[in-house]
C-alpha cells in the first residue's frame, strides 16, 4: 500500500490523494487497519502529515484527524486523467473533519473534472445528513464499507446519498452477505484482509456476491485473497480475474 498521490498498489484506483489523514475504530473491519500500521512507520520516518497523534500530551502513532490545506492543491498538477482513492489514510466524512473543509475537497473535484475521485467512508449516517448540503462533482463516485451483515444499514444511508455512482466495498470480508440489497448501486468491490494476523476470507462468501452482481447486473471487482501479504493469495477467483468497472469509467478530459 502506497501513501504517495501520483500512484497506487490498489488493484481498482491509480492513485491516492490524502487531503486529511488519521480516523478511528467504529467497527469490525478497522481492527487492522493497514493505514494505522502504516501511519507509525511514517511517522516515524519523520512524514509532517503524520506527527498528530490528537492529543499533544501522548506520544501516540500519528494517527489523529487532521486536514492538509497543502494537499489540496495536487490533483491541478496530475496532467493525465486518472482514477484517484481520496483519502487511503483516513476517512474524509469523519466528525472531526469540519463541513467547510469537505466542501472544499469537493470544489477541487469539481475543478478538476478529467479525474475520477473514488471517495470511501464507513461514516454513512455524517454523509446521509450532510449530502445536501453539498454541491456533488459530475466526477465522484461514492462508497461504504460492507465487511459483515452488522453493517448493511450503511447501503440504504449510500442510496440517499446524490454521488454519480454509489458503490460498496466489501474488504475486509469478514462474514457472509447473502441478501445484498443492490437496487441503486452501481458497483461492488471484494477482498479479504491482509497483514499479520488477517482473518480469513470463506470462498462461499466471495462467489456468493459475485453471483448476487451478476444477477443484478453490477460490475464485480474482486480485488484480493489476502492473507500475510495483499498478494499472497492472488486475486483469482473460480479460475478469473474479476476487474469489472461502472460503465462510465471516467469523465472526458479537460484540454490541457
Not at 132 to 156: K, M, T
Not at 174 to 193: A, F, Q, R, S, T
Not at 233 to 250: F, I, N, Q
Request: with cysteine; net charge positive; hydrophobic share 40%.
Amino acid at each position: 500500500m502506497t501513501v504517495m498521490s501520483d500512484g497506487s498498489s490498489i488493484e481498482w484506483t491509480e492513485a491516492t490523494w490524502n487531503p486529511t489523514t488519521g480516523c478511528d475504530r467504529v467497527s469490525a473491519g478497522c481492527d487492522n487497519c493497514y493505514a494505522l500500521t502504516l501511519a507509525k512507520r511514517l511517522k516515524a520516518m519523520g512524514s509532517a502529515k503524520y506527527q498528530n497523534d490528537g492529543d499533544p500530551r501522548t506520544s501516540g502513532p500519528g494517527f489523529g484527524v487532521a486536514t492538509h490545506t497543502a494537499a489540496l492543491g495536487e490533483p491541478f498538477r496530475w496532467r493525465q486523467p486518472r482514477r484517484v482513492f481520496v483519502n487511503s489514510m483516513s476517512d474524509l466524512f469523519h466528525a472531526k473533519v469540519p463541513i467547510d473543509f469537505v466542501r472544499r475537497v469537493f470544489a477541487v473535484m469539481e475543478a478538476t473534472p478529467q479525474h475520477t475521485y473514488q471517495v470511501l467512508t464507513k461514516r454513512s449516517r455524517r454523509i446521509r445528513r450532510v449530502a445536501q448540503s453539498l454541491d456533488w462533482p459530475a466526477n465522484l463516485w461514492l462508497g461504504v464499507s460492507v465487511e459483515d451483515e452488522r453493517v448493511v444499514d450503511r447501503i440504504d444511508d449510500l442510496r440517499e446519498v446524490p454521488a454519480a455512482v454509489r458503490f460498496l466495498s466489501c474488504e475486509p470480508l469478514l462474514g457472509p452477505l447473502p441478501e445484498l440489497n443492490l437496487d441503486g448501486i452501481g458497483w461492488v468491490i471484494v477482498g479479504g484482509e491482509s497483514g499479520p494476523g488477517a482473518r480469513p476470507m470463506a470462498a462461499t462468501w466471495a462467489t456468493e456476491i459475485r453471483d448476487q452482481c451478476q444477477r443484478a447486473a453490477v460490475p464485480f471487482f474482486f480485488k484480493q485473497w489476502g492473507g500475510r501479504t495483499p498478494k499472497a493469495g492472488g486475486r483469482e477467483l473460480d479460475g478469473r480475474t474479476w476487474s469489472e468497472y461502472p460503465t462510465a469509467v471516467r469523465p472526458s478530459p479537460v484540454s490541457a
